[in-house]
C-alpha cells in the first residue's frame, strides 16, 4: 500500500519551445506505490518524468521531494534549485555516453546514488539482465537491446540496492526490449515496490502499465488519475549493498 509521499509536482506548468506540454498539472510517487504516465505520442509524458527529476524549468509550480523528514525544493517557477535525494532515472534516449565500459556505467551510476559496491556484485546484477559477459565491453559496441538493458538496470540499481525508500523515474523502459527483458523488468518493479521505494514510469506499452497502482493519463496538457490493476508478481532481485561513506560527486569527478 502506498505509504508518505516520496516525491510530488505541485501545479506546474512547462512549456517546450513555443508549445505549452502541462499545464497547472499535480502529480505525486509514494513509498511501495507504482504509478504510470500514459497519454499519445507527445502528450507530455517525457515531460512529466524530466520535470519530477528537476531537470527542465518550469513556468509555474514547484517539484518537491521528501528526504527523511525533510522536504527539499527541487526545483520551482521562482528559479529556486537543489538536488534531489538519490534516486534512479532512466530516460528515453538512454543518456549513456558510448566510450564508458558496461561495469563502469552501472558503477558510477551507483555510486553517484552514494552506493559502495564491489565488483562481484556489479557482476551479479549484470548477470540479472544477461549483460555479464559484455561488462568490459565499450557501450558503444552494444546492440540497441543490450545498451537498453543497461539503461534500465542503472535507473533500477540505486533504488535495489537501499534499503531506504527512493524513487525510480523510469521513461519508456520497455522499448527496445524483447519479452523476456520486458518479464523481468516487471517483475523488478513490483519486488521494488514491495520494498517501499516509488516508481514512476511513463510508457505505451500496456503490459508494464498493467502493473501500475495508479494511471496519471495525459490529455490536452492536463492530468486525469485513476485507479491501475497492479497486477503481476515480483522476482528476486538481488539484496541490498552498503550506503558509501565517499562524497558520490567526488566520485563522479574522479571517474571523470
Partial sequence: MAQSILAQVSDISVQRGVNNVLERASASVSQGEIVAVIGENGSGKSTLIESFAGIIPLREGKVEW???????????????????????????????????TVSERLSVALSVSGIAIENQRISELLNCWGIGHRSS??????????????AILCGLAPAVM??????????EPSEGLD??????????????????HGVLIATHD???SSCADRIITIEDKSLQVSIG???????????????????PVASLVRWS
Fill in 162 to 171: 537501499s534499503e531506504i525508500p527512493r524513487v525510480v523515474l523510469l521513461d
Fill in 66 to 100: 521528501t528526504h527523511g523528514s525533510e522536504k527539499i525544493v527541487v526545483r520551482d517557477s521562482e528559479g529556486r534549485r537543489n538536488p534531489p535525494p538519490p534516486m534512479g532515472l532512466t530516460l528515453q534516449n538512454n543518456a549513456i555516453c558510448g566510450d564508458e
Fill in 137 to 150: 565491453e565499450r557501450i558503444s559496441n552494444l546492440s540497441g537491446g543490450l545498451a537498453r538493458r543497461l
Fill in 179 to 196: 519479452e523476456s527483458s520486458t518479464k523481468v523488468l516487471k517483475g523488478w518493479i513490483k519486488a521494488l515496490s514491495n520494498k517501499g
Fill in 206 to 208: 500496456q503490459e508494464i
Fill in 229 to 247: 490493476n497492479s497486477s503481476g508478481d515480483p522476482i528476486d532481485i538481488p539484496t541490498t549493498a552498503s550506503i558509501s561513506k565517499r562524497n
